[in-house]
């Protein structure tokens, strides 16, 4: 197995661990709160939670600095707004966890961020690899 290969696989994994810990562990009762408007200072702080457990991932395998800049600040601002548009669908139709509906929002916000690391990886292997 190439070198390549072997460190995205080892990113798929911190990244993964990463945002278990994000999403599931780290979050406040600031972050998850009046998450339904848009400057909200909770949702900031919990995409720069992601944003510091990103920078700690890229720093393991050894990336350029700029590089983790430019994908960290890119990744703040996708986070937010996924995290925006889950929470505003959510609240338009009124979800809650007895709905299929949000748990619907809850896999499609997921799934975005999922996508987020493999845009991510994609970045690492062409940019910084």
Not at 25 to 33: C, D, V
Not at 61 to 86: Q, R, S
Not at 99 to 118: I, K, M, N, S, V
């Amino acid at each position: 197995m190439s070198e390549t290969v072997s460190t995205v696989l080892i990113l798929l994994c911190l990244f993964q661990i990463k945002h278990m810990f994000a999403d599931y562990f780290l979050q406040t009762p600031r972050m998850l709160s009046g998450r339904g408007e848009y400057w909200h200072m909770g949702r900031a702080q919990h995409a720069g939670v992601h944003v510091l457990g990103s920078i700690i991932v890229f720093v393991i395998v050894g990336a350029p600095v700029g590089f983790i800049l430019i994908t960290c600040a890119l990744e703040w601002v996708v986070h937010f707004n996924i995290d925006y548009a889950k929470a505003r669908y959510s609240d338009s139709k009124c979800l809650d966890p007895s709905q299929a509906g949000f748990w619907r929002a809850a896999g499609a916000d997921q799934a975005l961020h999922q996508l987020t690391y493999a845009a991510m990886l994609w970045a690492w292997v062409v940019f910084a690899a």
